[in-house]
């Protein structure tokens, strides 16, 4: 018997994309949830939905419940009866499970997960399944309720809430209406078309004809097929015009839940508004518009921009009203522009005094003066040629002085572009211009980090500045709540460090906790709540967990805690790998290409590293001299071992090394678990013993420099 499809949908008044985009994602998870709270299986579930209507099609579903038979531990005997008599807990278990106390049971029950061994009250639950259209009703007004929404409204006299009116509700099972109810809305089969090109009624004949249904009524409530749709239109009207469209992510994600039925209409404005920076008419553009501009290249634009819209009604009415909207903002941004032009560059630098950066921290004049002076230090220990060591100070000196544009002000995403574009006009160097506009990069997760070394320092010193400022005076991230953005912050330094690294090794050398410290001594005119090593504890732990996220994403969970479960050996010294984070990814990257491959001896690598481990607990890592251990062939080959692994793991500063290390790892854990095996180390009538103990830890102390292999399994 072929089982139906199921549908849900809710027609509303027209929603925010946001909040259709936050439903469509939620929508799937619940369904499934309340469906197998329900034991009714089914195939696949997809969300479906438009500004006017949220939807989920659920193919597939079963026509009833399964059955229910099922044994039930409940409370220990002891707590389930006195003198015989059932207690209040047995009585509530057996409300719980449906059966009268007179029918509960005692059973000797073995250790589970959850439970000890011991004698416990069970019960048999029985139920028969009821069919899926007696249960579907109340669980999909239960649904409706459960969708999150930014805001939500209440409107008449109910008390639902929803992120807008609820107008009609559609809950099909095949060709089968299912009675529900939800904000006083009672379920048909009946749903509207498009609210221009079609908008009578429509009724739905079958779950499985929805989509094809509204496709008829102007209506494509498959968003992946709207979009599609609405960029192959866009491109062919960019192509027609002679270029392409502007590729940006956002655009393309909030139009699509703009509208029902995809429309391209073509808009114009003035050539002569292309002598402003074509970052500019992308955000007078984008802004509140969310037109698509129309480019030859990233920085040649034509005058010319798309809209996507709902009807086809009246194109040429349309594009009149969105021409005279673009003018007008265009020529608020010209006047910024020729405005903004006319002061000079070190004059802004000067009206930062009067922009407050953090309460306790100054201004963001006191935060320029600092990141001159550690981008300055930080470039020094990068060792970069005398020609960049000159540029950073300056760059670092100007990056900020856009805040105080007029263009900036009227469109704050683009401080750093209109930055570099004033700096050129003023006659800066190219570089000092670049820089200004990069080292707020990388902005976001697919973003790269600033291309260049000018840009990169005082992108460093700028996010550590913030971080170190912040954690000094008790404004760290709790929970969720991080208004002053310091885990993006964080993880942008982490990945500027490791993946300029991959350019220059001088990145890789720079210590996170000594980073830290030079950036707190520059706050030594502000009154902290937190000494400098406290402060540097609090910055380097949070930077440490966002670093296992990061390594994590790239490898996996396991490779990232059996790496910072070690140490770094640089230069001869230890320090916590996260002190630096490219040879803790570097190590992880390696690790994980052996966890891959599957290699067997990893097993027993890991069953070594547990006994090393046990054994470093109680002995300190000593490396005696082999005649110490002459008297004994068996204590001098683990003298041998211990000197090869700690050869082995002398140098793990890049990924080469450490990939190096795992191959000759493998004999090695071979070896020491022959010595384990044939071994008595911890034999308490040898008088070697203790020594022997301190030479395994310190073994084990060696090993952990390429990470701790008992996290792997």
Request: with cysteine; proline share 5%; charged share 25%.
């Amino acid at each position: 018997m072929t089982r139906p499809t199921l549908l849900l949908e809710i027609g509303v008044e027209e929603l925010p994309s946001s909040f259709v985009d936050a439903a469509l994602a939620a929508l799937p998870t619940l369904v499934k949830d309340k469906l197998a709270s329900l034991r009714l299986s089914h195939g696949n579930v997809y969300a479906l939905g438009t500004p006017r209507r949220l939807a989920v099609l659920v193919h597939e579903l079963a026509p009833a419940q399964t059955s229910l038979d099922e044994e039930v531990i409940g409370p220990p005997e002891t707590a389930a009866f006195k003198d015989g008599k059932p207690t209040r807990a047995a009585e509530a278990f057996a409300a719980k499970v449906g059966v009268p106390a007179s029918e509960l049971t005692v059973v000797e029950k073995a250790a589970g997960p959850k439970q000890k061994p011991g004698r416990y009250v069970v019960a048999r639950r029985q139920e028969q399944g009821r069919e899926a259209t007696a249960l579907l009703g109340d669980a999909f007004a239960e649904i409706c309720g459960a969708i999150p929404f930014r805001k939500s409204m209440r409107w008449g006299s109910g008390d639902a809430t929803f992120g807008r009116p609820v107008q009609w509700l559609v809950l099909l099972l095949g060709d089968t209406v299912i009675d529900a109810t939800f904000a006083g809305v009672k379920s048909d089969r009946k749903t509207f078309g498009h609210r221009f090109l079609a908008p009578g009624t429509l009724n739905i004949a079958n779950a499985d004809g929805y989509v094809e249904t509204l496709r008829g009524a102007h209506v494509l409530v498959d968003r992946d097929e709207r979009a599609r749709t609405m960029m192959e239109g866009v491109a062919r009207a960019a192509k027609e015009l002679g270029g392409a469209y502007d590729p940006d992510p956002s655009l393309v994600a909030e139009n699509a839940s703009l509208v029902e039925e995809p429309h391209t209409v073509v808009g114009s404005f003035s050539p002569a508004f292309l002598a402003l920076p074509a970052a500019v008419i992308r955000a007078a553009a984008r802004g509140h518009q969310k037109y698509f501009c129309v480019e030859k290249s990233p920085d040649e634009l034509l005058p010319h921009y798309l809209t996507v819209v709902n009807t086809a009604n009246r194109p040429d009415k349309i594009a009149r009203g969105n021409d005279s909207v673009m003018r007008a903002r265009l020529s608020d941004a010209r006047f910024f522009f020729e405005e903004d032009k006319k002061v000079n560059v070190e004059a802004r630098v000067e009206k930062l005094s009067g922009i407050v950066f953090v309460n306790k921290l100054g201004t963001v004049r006191d935060k320029v003066a600092r990141i001159e002076k550690l981008a300055a230090r930080i470039a020094e220990r990068l060792g970069l040629p005398a020609d960049a060591l000159a540029k950073v100070p300056r760059a670092a000196h100007l990056a900020k002085n856009d805040l105080v544009t007029l263009m900036v002000g009227e469109f704050p995403e683009l401080q750093g572009h209109m930055g570099r574009v004033y700096a050129l006009h003023s006659g800066e160097d190219a570089a000092v211009a670049d820089a200004i506009r990069d080292h707020y990069r990388p902005v976001g997760a697919d973003d790269g980090i600033p291309p260049a070394d000018v840009a990169r320092a005082v992108a460093l010193a700028d996010r550590l500045d913030t971080l170190v400022g912040c954690f000094a005076i008790g404004l760290s991230p709790t929970g969720t709540a991080d208004p002053y953005a310091l885990r993006r912050a964080t993880i942008a330094l982490l990945r500027i460090l490791i993946e300029s690294a991959e350019e220059n090794p001088a990145y890789g050398a720079l210590h996170v906790g000594e980073l830290v410290g030079l950036a707190y001594e520059l706050f030594a005119d502000k009154k902290l709540d937190l000494g400098r090593d406290e402060t540097v504890t609090k910055v380097s732990e949070f930077a440490r967990d966002r670093l296992r996220n990061l390594m994590a994403t790239r490898t996996s969970s396991q490779v990232a805690d059996a790496v910072l479960a070690g140490y770094a050996f640089v230069s001869g010294g230890e320090a916590p790998i996260e002190s630096y984070p490219f040879f803790a990814m570097a190590k992880a990257r390696a690790l994980q290409a052996v966890v891959s491959s599957g290699a067997p001896w990893l097993e027993k690598a890991r069953t070594v590293a547990k006994r090393l481990n046990g054994i470093s607990k109680d002995a300190k890592p000593v490396l005696h001299p082999k005649d110490v251990f002459l008297s004994s062939d068996k204590d001098a080959t683990i003298h041998d071992v211990v000197r090869a692994i700690e050869s082995v793991t002398a140098s793990l500063d890049h990924e080469r090394a450490v990939s190096s290390a795992l191959h000759q790892a493998e004999e090695l854990a071979k070896r020491i678990d022959e010595i384990f095996v044939s071994t008595l180390v911890n034999d308490p009538n040898d008088a070697n013993t203790p020594k022997r103990l301190e030479l395994l830890s310190y073994g084990a102390k060696s090993m952990l420099r390429i990470g701790d292999f008992s996290k792997l399994g």
